[in-house]
């Protein structure tokens, strides 16, 4: 049970931003978002995590809504490069990460 | 520290043999992770170890897996007779006890069993 609901597939323009939703409508208040994705034949690569405040760093930016049921990952200049699995997680600050099956992103030239 | 490293890459066996992964994590990191991946799916737990310590197993981790990390630092995940359904990536990760940084990933390991 990953305890988050993301659409299967979405695509989006090189160039134009990808907006990537994720909700987790029973998440606890003690509980983070995180981000990962997957290339193609890689391990899964750590992208961002959030609490409460929307974050950013130099890979996306993480909007979670004021009541933190959902919340969005924000690839500001999607490339190519970006085609890949992306997994919403909700996690305690000392648990394990639980993966579900996540969004796939395709970015078109 | 180059990060996570996982050998072999890639490993064929045959039904029956017993194989033998090694992960090196990253070298501060206290806390090590196993995964394993089939096609399709997200990664799904195996165990975990803080420090030389294992803390916890999952359900999916049968009497034929053993995990070790006999000095804290480096792991070995071993499967006894091999079953094609065993066939998967096995990925492994290391983090910081709190967690909060995130996990690093290995590359993983692709086990194929014929």
């Known amino acids: 049970d990953a305890k988050t609901t993301q659409p299967t597939s979405m695509d989006c323009a090189e160039g134009r931003a990808a907006n990537l939703p994720c909700n987790h409508s029973t998440i606890s208040g003690n509980e983070y978002v995180y981000w990962y994705r997957q290339i193609h034949s890689q391990g899964p690569q750590y992208i961002i995590h959030?609490?409460?405040n929307n974050e950013t760093n130099e890979m996306a930016s993480l909007i979670i809504t004021e009541d933190r049921k959902s919340s969005t990952l924000i690839l500001p200049h999607a490339t190519l490069r970006d085609t890949a699995v992306y997994y919403c997680?909700?996690?305690?600050?000392?648990?394990?990460?639980?993966f579900g099956k996540g969004i796939t992103l395709s970015v078109r030239p | 520290d180059t990060g996570v490293s996982q050998n072999p890459r890639h490993k064929i066996t045959k039904r029956g043999q017993n194989v033998t992964f090694r992960c090196d994590p990253i070298?501060?990191?206290?806390?090590l992770y196993w995964y394993r991946q089939t096609l399709g799916q997200g990664p799904e737990f195996l165990t975990y170890?803080?420090?030389?310590?294992?803390?916890?197993k999952s359900r999916l981790l049968s009497d034929r897996f053993s995990a070790e990390r006999p000095k804290g630092s480096f792991s070995t995940l071993e499967i006894q007779r091999t079953e094609q359904g065993d066939s998967a990536m096995y990925l492994c990760a290391s983090s910081l006890a709190a967690g909060r940084g995130g996990y690093t990933f290995g590359s993983g390991t692709r086990l194929t069993v014929v």
């Open positions: 997680i909700r996690t305690g600050a000392n648990s394990k990460l639980t």
């Open positions: 070298s501060e990191h206290n806390r």
């Open positions: 959030g609490l409460k």
């Open positions: 170890f803080q420090n030389e310590a294992q803390l916890e």
